[in-house]
């Protein structure tokens, strides 16, 4: 019924200027407002060509929450029960009537059947089309945008039409409304228009490693192989005897498992070497010289120097804060892009995607809300034309993922794009259904970033006009990971006492001083799992501070979340329905660590997540001892067993004007719920199927 419409249509629309839109079609996606540094220029030439690319609708994206509480939710019969790659693909790809609709729809409009591609992991349907054709197809005409500052051209329309029985079937359209987008204009000469890349771009702002704090001193105490076992300066220097003294970690016995490697991401030039494991190993461990992680490389990184004086402080933390608990267990780090991009700043928000490329290939050309494969603009591309950079095409899917990935770099949410990051955070969702676990710092800046020089959400490292809004982290708000906050031992404590969350004004030392990263996500609402703990947090400890309650809407690229039009300027300084994190917490302070061959002590949430981490690794090795399932994502279980972890109740996360949250009894947003009991945290989970 409706293809002698659209015929009429697109003659319609070939002879009039202005657009009449017939009543079968209705509007699909409309820009509201015009983006402050695209500048719109001439119409498309009619004959110019566009790759053109549909985005297909995909199935049940909508209760993949649900699918990923069916298998980590510990009441569901289904716990532990993960799923194949091929299963994840297959529930969320667009049905088999989305497809068929479409390329109907296409081909009923005048494209061949063999013009059409239909994307292997089958998200969306490509074929190239003239300017003058798409503008018939869509009831809309198409512009030029060029951004002044890079030279980059795109087409963009500011609405387009669809027939109204095609819309559930279609997520998005490019060359559409989206500007940045994965649809290059080739100009009538077939010359494509390059877009190239700027160092800085205060639309998107780099991810910083949580700061470290780095204090290379001798320490007073010098430490012996003799000592390995000492604990009686826990409070000044935090060794892993300590810390498997504070979380009653058992040294491993027997074999371990060949699958269950702890993974651990690294970027922006944070080199391991084998010097420094080697001075920590002999000094604090029983573990032997010589020993090395496995180095999984991904689109032109480098995990190893053989140049001490390179060593990065994120790698030798991670390192040594892992290898005490995991070994004789290995330990796999992901060095993430090539060195080019790595030593770019403007890039490190975005190694993230590079990564989860490479360790789940379905990734790579994967769309969801309005995004296909990794965006332009935002995230490296490969090959890398610069100079030194990777040749090769991008990796997808070259490595599986770990049983536990440590991730210890965190930005702030307000920076990245809301379509950006909840297509990644979907992703988590899938790497956790697939028996993935996620654990990610919480930063170290407390509710806010870094005032300046290091913030860059304005002078006091929090938002909106009064600069006293909090500024959640960023990717640690995605509600599919497990978010770590950091705790220290009081100075002239020991380990057998409560810790308290790493920043604590009643006490002053000589230890590092930072503020442990917390607070609630604007992008993304409670999720289920959390909901009790946090209410009972409101009930009992209200933190007595203004607040409001809303979340960003869906918006397309490069949409920024923004606080100012959320809070609606009530005054309130937080979000009372969004995503809570820390989700727990474990040491993060005076760590003492080898790098560039000098002795030091190191904090952060940084140290926090690896420790976390490779507890995970080892709770999962138990698992997989007696033929369970790895634990895959762990906040439903957490949450529900509150009596696995030891709450913390001293301390803040002050930041920005003082303002902050305090720990107290139960859940907060400080320590989460707490710091890990090993013999309990393993008694829950070897009881579960
Ligand atoms: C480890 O993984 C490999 C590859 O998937 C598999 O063939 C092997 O059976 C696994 N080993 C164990 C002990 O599960
Ligand atoms: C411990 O580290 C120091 C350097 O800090 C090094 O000189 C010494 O050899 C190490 N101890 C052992 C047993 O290797
Ligand atoms: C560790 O091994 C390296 C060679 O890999 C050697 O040069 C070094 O002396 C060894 N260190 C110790 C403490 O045995
Ligand atoms: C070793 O690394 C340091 C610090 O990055 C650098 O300055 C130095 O040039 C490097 N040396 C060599 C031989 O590459
Ligand atoms: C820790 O930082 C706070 C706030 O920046 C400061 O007031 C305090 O003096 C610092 N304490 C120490 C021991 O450095
Ligand atoms: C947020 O919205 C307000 C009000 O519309 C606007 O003035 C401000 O520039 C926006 N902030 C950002 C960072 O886009
Ligand atoms: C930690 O909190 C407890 C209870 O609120 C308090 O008694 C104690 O003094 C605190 N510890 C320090 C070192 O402030």
């Not at 030798?316 to 030593?343: G, R």
């Not at 503020?515 to 996500?521: P, V």
């Not at 799992?529 to 009992?540: D, I, L, P, T």
Request: aromatic letters at 12%; a negative charge; proline letters at 9%.
């Amino acid at each position: 019924m409706w293809l002698p419409v659209l015929i009429t249509a697109c003659l319609y629309a070939a002879t009039a200027f202005a657009i009449a839109v017939p009543r079968s079609h209705v509007v699909h996606e409309e820009r509201l407002q015009a983006s402050g540094r695209w500048v719109k220029r001439d119409r498309v030439k009619p004959h110019a060509t566009l790759s053109v690319r549909i985005g297909l609708a995909q199935s049940n994206l909508h209760k993949g929450h649900d699918f990923l509480m069916d298998v980590s939710d510990p009441a569901s019969p289904n716990y532990g029960k993960h799923w194949t790659s091929e299963k994840v693909i297959d529930m969320f790809r667009p049905a088999d009537d989305t497809v068929k609709t479409v390329h109907q729809w296409l081909q009923d409009s005048g494209f061949p059947k063999n013009s059409i591609t239909h994307s292997e992991n089958k998200v969306w349907l490509a074929f190239p089309a003239t300017a003058k054709q798409m503008e018939s197809l869509l009831y809309t005409d198409y512009h030029e945008y060029e951004d002044p500052r890079t030279g980059s051209v795109q087409a963009a329309c500011e609405r387009y039409h669809v027939p109204a029985h095609i819309q559930q079937h279609i997520d998005y359209i490019t060359p559409g409304i989206k500007l940045m987008a994965p649809s290059d204009i080739v100009t009538e000469d077939g010359a494509r228009n390059l877009r190239k890349r700027k160092a800085s771009n205060k639309d998107f702002q780099p991810m910083r490693p949580p700061r470290r704090h780095w204090i290379p001193h001798w320490p007073q105490w010098r430490p012996r192989p003799s000592s390995k076992e000492n604990l009686r300066h826990c409070d000044v220097e935090i060794t892993p005897a300590c810390i498997a003294a504070l979380y009653e970690i058992p040294p491993v016995f027997g074999e371990v498992h060949e699958n269950n490697s702890l993974g651990i991401y690294e970027a922006e030039l944070n080199y391991w070497d084998q010097l420094d494991l080697d001075l920590f190993f002999a000094n604090f461990t029983h573990i032997p010289n010589g020993t090395h992680p496995i180095d999984k490389d991904i689109d032109g990184g480098v995990a190893k120097t053989t140049n001490i004086s390179g060593a990065g402080i994120e790698s030798m933390l991670d390192l040594e804060s892992a290898y005490p608990i995991v070994y004789p267990q290995s330990i796999t780090v992901f060095n993430v892009d090539d060195l080019v991009y790595q030593s770019n700043p403007y890039f490190s928000l975005a190694s993230g995607n590079t990564f989860l490329d490479a360790i789940d290939g379905s990734y790579c050309t994967y769309s969801a809300y309005g995004e296909t494969g990794d965006a332009p603009g935002f995230d490296p591309t490969y090959p890398d034309p610069a100079p030194g950079g990777y040749k090769g095409p991008l990796q997808c899917g070259v490595y599986k993922p770990t049983n536990v990935i440590s991730f210890s770099y965190s930005g702030y949410e307000a920076d990245v794009p809301i379509a950006y990051q909840k297509r990644q955070c979907n992703e988590f969702l899938k790497l956790g259904l697939q028996g993935v676990s996620f654990l990610m710092a919480s930063g170290d800046s407390g509710i806010g970033n870094y005032p300046e020089p290091f913030g860059y959400d304005g002078p006091t490292g929090c938002l909106g006009p009064k600069n006293n809004i909090f500024n959640p982290g960023f990717p640690n708000n995605c509600p599919y990971v497990t978010t770590v906050g950091a705790t220290k031992v009081y100075a002239g404590h020991t380990v057998f006492e409560p810790e308290s969350a790493a920043y604590d004004p009643a006490t002053s030392s000589m230890q590092t001083n930072f503020s442990s990263g917390g607070g609630f996500s604007n992008v993304y609402p409670m999720p289920s799992y959390q909901k009790n703990a946090v209410a009972s947090y409101f009930e009992h400890h209200d933190p007595g501070l203004p607040y409001y309650s809303a979340v960003a809407a869906d918006a397309p690229l490069p949409t920024l979340p923004n606080v100012t039009t959320l809070a609606g300027n009530t005054g309130g300084v937080y979000n009372r329905i969004g995503r809570g994190v820390p989700d727990v917490a474990a040491n993060g302070d005076n760590i003492a660590t080898y790098t560039g061959g000098v002795f030091g002590l190191q904090g952060g949430t940084s140290a926090s997540t690896p420790i976390f981490a490779a507890i995970i690794t080892r709770i999962n090795e138990e698992r997989l001892q007696v033929g369970k399932s790895p634990v895959g994502f762990l906040n439903p279980a957490l949450y529900a067993n509150s009596w696995v972890l030891n709450d913390i109740t001293n301390g803040t996360n002050k930041a920005c004007l003082g303002q902050g949250f305090k720990a107290v009894q139960g859940w907060d947003p400080v320590t989460g719920l707490g710091t890990p009991s090993f013999p309990r945290m393993l008694e829950l989970f070897l009881s579960l199927p």
